[in-house]
């Protein structure tokens, strides 16, 4: 099966910094969802893009679509501690069935 | 909002043993999902289901089977446990094709 290329894989940052992480794919996406899982929880579903270029926003956290069809990326502004997780990215393809998901963002948020 | 419950937070089995791990959603939707996770490998599909009665094998179908009667039941089978089926095993349903899954909180497997 296809999996997505997530990047950084883990991120240690200080409370209020911003975060960026993105997701790349040697296939065309129709869509992108960004998930975060707490620790001992499943994942979550925080934004969900349908088209090329969309840029959505949750709160602090802003995702985009990239233009391209096989990248999207995530940011996270003014991050507090209950942002620690793993954020996971996923994709469908227009001829697919099932969602690919990246490898994860670890972010850890030092007080 | 949907729901979707997995039986067993955490299970110990022992190498050998049938494990049935079950899940339950209640918002009526056709497509479930297996996955199992673990740590660098992301979430890989084991089988999903659009129907009752009905399965498609996922990347990592090996040593695990599904059962599907009810719509909002799906049943993840291992027939043999084994050491390599420790993990972290995710259900997960969606609406539609398009739209995204709403995940259990898990069931973490350990095989001794």
């Known amino acids: 099966g296809q999996q997505l290329n997530q990047s950084p894989q883990s991120m240690f940052i200080q409370e209020g910094e911003d975060v960026s992480m993105n997701c790349t794919s040697s296939s065309i996406f129709n869509t992108w969802l960004w998930y975060k899982q707490d620790p001992g929880e499943g994942p979550v579903l925080l934004i969900a893009?349908?088209?090329?270029?969309e840029l959505t926003s949750n709160g602090r956290l802003t995702a985009q679509f990239g233009i391209t069809r096989k990248d999207s990326f995530l940011n996270i502004s003014a991050s507090i501690p209950s942002d620690v997780g793993i954020y996971f990215c996923?994709?469908?393809?227009?001829?697919?069935?099932?969602?690919?998901f990246g490898t994860g963002t670890s972010l850890t948020v030092i007080p | 909002d949907v729901k979707v419950t997995q039986s067993s937070r955490y299970l110990v089995k022992r190498t050998g043993e049938k494990v049935f791990l079950e899940c339950v959603q209640d918002m009526d939707h056709e497509n479930m999902f297996w996955y199992r996770q673990d740590p660098g490998l992301g979430l890989r599909l084991i089988y999903f289901s659009y129907d009752v009665k009905m399965k498609e094998k996922g990347d990592i179908p090996e040593g695990y089977s599904v059962s599907r009667e009810k719509k909002e039941r799906f049943s993840l089978i291992l027939e043999s446990a084994s050491t390599n089926q420790t993990s972290m095993y995710l259900c997960?349903?969606?609406?539609?094709?398009?739209?995204?899954?709403?995940f259990g909180s898990g069931t973490r497997l350990t095989v001794v």
């Open positions: 996923a994709g469908l393809a227009n001829t697919g069935n099932q969602f690919y």
């Open positions: 893009l349908y088209k090329a270029g």
């Open positions: 997960a349903s969606r609406e539609s094709q398009v739209h995204g899954y709403t």
